[in-house]
């Protein structure tokens, strides 16, 4: 059987996969949502969700560097990457194993096909189009939530020394987006700021991410002056992708409450 992933890559399969490696560990998390956690054999130990996974399953690394003796050694059927989780020397190692399959999600449409996908590879339909209509009737319980909120002009910051946000074209920014929050910053992807830029600005408010930075109180003050608003906020809703967007779409209610 001839498949394609999220790159437009092609691979074949010959039988449905009973022994998948996933090196995202918000893929992980949805393969276990659609009822695969005993077919998988090796995670990163980034791979958190569920709570003690990763004990059960072969740490193979992290998301950037995998030890590929181990991965050999699972002789898995299928290999789970991500376009920005894990590097183009990493896939293109791991294609030499077994078959590689890519994600590459910047929004909730891109959402859905990988979740789509992932339900002809794993003979998971019906559990795929059961959380994909989930998705879609919480997102337009939010998108309802929202609607009569004013806009608000936000900069996400997603690390720290040097002061990094999430841009346009990220999955953050599309999750920005739909809770009516306007990202200051145009430019691609994940640029560098710093606080003299900042204070130029008119921003409403500031959002400090648990990750992949882990901003904390602390942090709150170096923003004084810039923004009268300073949130913390849980950095895997806004960031991960997957099963883990039927609950962001709960946590983001809090913002208009």
């Not at 090196?23 to 276990?32: A, G």
């Not at 946000?165 to 990202?183: D, K, S």
């Not at 883990?244 to 779409?249: I, S, T």
Request: proline letters at 4%.
């Amino acid at each position: 059987m001839q498949f394609q992933d999220q790159l437009h890559r092609s691979f074949e399969l010959t039988s449905i996969p009973k022994r998948i490696i996933s090196l995202v560990p918000s893929q992980t998390e949805l393969l276990v949502d659609l009822d695969l956690e005993d077919s998988i054999v090796g995670v990163t130990h980034f791979c958190v969700h569920p709570e003690g996974l990763r004990n059960k399953k072969t740490s193979l690394g992290g998301t950037k560097k995998v030890n590929l003796r181990k991965v050999r050694d699972l002789k898995p059927d299928i290999i789970l990457c991500n376009k920005e989780e894990n590097t183009r020397e990493m896939v293109t190692a791991l294609t030499e194993i077994a078959p590689v399959h890519c994600s590459a999600v910047a929004n909730l449409e891109d959402n859905a096909q990988l979740i789509r996908m992932y339900g002809e590879l794993f003979d998971k339909r019906e559990e795929a189009d059961f959380l994909i209509q989930n998705i879609e009737n919480s997102r337009q319980d939010l998108v309802q939530i929202v609607s009569d909120s004013k806009p608000r002009r936000v900069a996400y910051f997603i690390w720290n020394k040097p002061l990094m946000v999430a841009g346009q074209g990220t999955f953050i920014n599309e999750m920005l987006a739909l809770n009516r929050m306007i990202n200051v910053f145009n430019l691609d992807r994940y640029p560098e700021t710093d606080l003299d830029t900042l204070r130029t600005m008119e921003i409403d408010e500031i959002l400090l991410s648990s990750e992949p930075f882990p901003f904390e109180q602390k942090h709150k003050k170096a923003f004084s002056g810039i923004s009268e608003k300073v949130t913390l906020v849980d950095g895997e809703y806004f960031s991960w992708y997957g099963s883990r967007v039927l609950k962001a779409l709960k946590y983001f209610r809090q913002f208009h409450s």
